[in-house]
């Protein structure tokens, strides 16, 4: 595709860019997006019946065992070509920060450093009374495992539905994109909040706002680009553009 001069150039002299992704660019990985993974003996049931503490207090195996099934899938799956590009594009400037609002850690196995997950990680395990990450627990039948410190049931460390967003990750989020010279929206439909919020806080702040999707959304007309298409074909592309 043909790049803009102008995005390069912006690109190549920016000191602070902020990324956020969202499920589209883990799409292209074939992670599952969150409702698709409605499959086999999933089928019938509906996430929002399956992502709340309430769910999990009513039937902690079923929960636990529907993330367990979500795992597996995660686990099957490999960065691709748009986390590597924006791996490349930290390295280019002085301060850089992803948002996501992924749970599947695919931008830190690419080798992403400075990540804010959103919604969390379903590779990681807390305590659901006290909210601590928990890596090693007593190997047993009990389906969930108990905290090996409280004896309370283990959960994702994933948001579900009502639930406070990791503590201090949104006010740092913000905060770099009230500060930013660059904003990069790739892979998300903008209609999620408070994330969604993001792009228009850096717009105030006149930084460059920069969408990758395959779809318009309602950031679309508010960007000052508009790159449409894959994230793990346009990225690699506007990196190459921007070395040369």
């Known amino acids: 595709m043909l790049i803009d001069s102008r995005l390069t150039e912006t690109i190549r002299s920016a000191k602070k860019i902020v990324v ?12 599952p997006t969150f409702r698709d993974a409605q499959t086999g003996l999933w089928a019938s049931f509906k996430p929002e019946e399956l992502a709340t503490p309430e769910a999990f207090l009513r039937n902690p195996k079923m929960v636990w065992e529907w993330y367990a099934y979500r795992r597996e899938m995660v686990d099957k799956v490999k960065p691709n070509p748009g986390h590597s590009a924006l791996v490349e594009l930290e390295k280019r400037v002085s ?3 992803l948002v996501t609002q992924n749970i599947d850690n695919l931008h830190q196995q690419a080798g992403s450093r400075n990540v804010i997950e959103l919604h ?8 659901f009374k006290e909210g601590t990450i928990v890596n090693d627990w007593n190997v047993s039948d009990e389906v969930p495992p108990r905290c090996p410190k409280c004896g309370y049931y283990l959960r994702p460390d994933v948001v579900w539905f009502g639930e ?16 930013c010279d660059v904003f990069f929206s790739i892979g998300t439909s903008s209609a999620v909040y408070p994330a969604a919020y993001l792009p228009y806080d850096a717009l105030r702040r006149r930084a460059t706002v920069i969408e990758v999707n395959p779809d318009e959304t309602p950031l679309t007309e508010h960007a000052h680009f508009h790159l449409q298409g894959k994230a793990g074909e346009i990225l690699p592309e ?6 040369m």
Not at 120 to 127: E, S
């Open 164 to 179: 406070m967003l990791p503590f201090g990750a949104m006010e740092k989020a913000t905060e770099s994109a009230r500060t």
């Open 95 to 97: 301060e850089f920060l």
């Open 120 to 127: 969390g990680n379903i590779k990681r395990v807390k305590c």
């Open 238 to 243: 506007l990196m190459k553009n921007i070395n």
């Open 20 to 31: 956020l992704t969202g499920a589209g660019i883990s799409a292209e990985s074939d992670v």
